[in-house]
């Protein structure tokens, strides 16, 4: 079956601009997360979603940073006034069962944002 | 907080040879779940095994065995026999039933390179 997909695979773009990231959980799965991946900081979690809602939003790293989910499907993530620290690899996963226990989670290829 | 470390940045051996990944975690919760992932140079997460905190048997999957030692804290990962396709970077991570963030905690991987 179909895995975890993101859009795009690479995404260049100038400081200052905004950006969006797309996510294709697998079919049926409720839970979706985003994290980032990069050199510096590892991977870090950065939001949650349990159908179309975020219960906490604490993980995202600035103001600029927002995500949405829309029909308990695909999710969005969307980077305001890019900056280069923002530069890293943005991974989704989703899961069939909540988090905080044994469902493990299914990873997309990510993608790789640069910010010049 | 819940705290995954691999000390082990990077480990270089010879085809054929055992190797041994250490994952030392910190919690406060007794309840959580402990998982490996592995991601080849293609960049996607592909999980391995998860173990909760109430089950101490070690775990053999063919060449990959792991060793849960909640007296030391630890979860380590040991690859019998090596091959060159075993060369990835390998995470450790962390899930509390309890408390602790929604997404998974992770440490910062151990780069396993296999010389033919």
């Known amino acids: 079956g179909a895995g975890v997909s993101q859009s795009p695979s690479n995404k260049v773009t100038e400081k200052g601009k905004d950006v969006e990231l797309r996510c294709d959980p697998i079919s049926g799965h ?8 990069s050199l510096g900081q590892g991977l870090e979690f950065l939001i949650y ?36 620290e923002d530069s890293a690899v943005y991974l989704c996963a989703s899961s069939l069962f909540p988090p905080r226990g044994a469902g493990e989670q299914f990873f997309g290829p990510g993608t790789r944002l640069t910010v010049l | 907080a819940q705290k995954v470390t691999q000390a082990q940045t990077e480990i270089s051996v010879v085809e054929k040879e055992d190797v041994t990944l250490d994952c030392v975690y910190e919690t406060r919760d007794t309840t959580y779940y402990l998982f490996w992932y592995k991601q080849p140079p293609s960049g996607e997460l592909v999980f391995l095994i998860r173990r909760n905190s109430f089950d101490e048997q070690n775990e053999i999957s063919g060449r990959y065995s792991w060793n849960f030692q909640k007296s030391t804290s630890s979860f380590n990962f040991t690859i019998t026999a090596s091959q060159v396709v075993d060369s990835a970077v390998y995470f450790c991570a962390l899930s509390e039933v309890g408390g602790g963030a929604d997404g998974l905690t992770f440490g910062k991987g151990t780069h396993l390179i296999i010389q033919p």
């Open chain 1, 30 to 37: 409720t839970a979706l997360y985003w994290y980032r991946q």
């Open chain 1, 49 to 84: 979603f349990q159908g179309n809602s975020a219960p906490d939003k604490s993980g995202l790293p600035s103001d600029r940073f927002s995500a949405e989910r829309t029909g308990g499907s695909v999710s969005t993530l969307t980077i305001q006034r890019t900056q280069q």
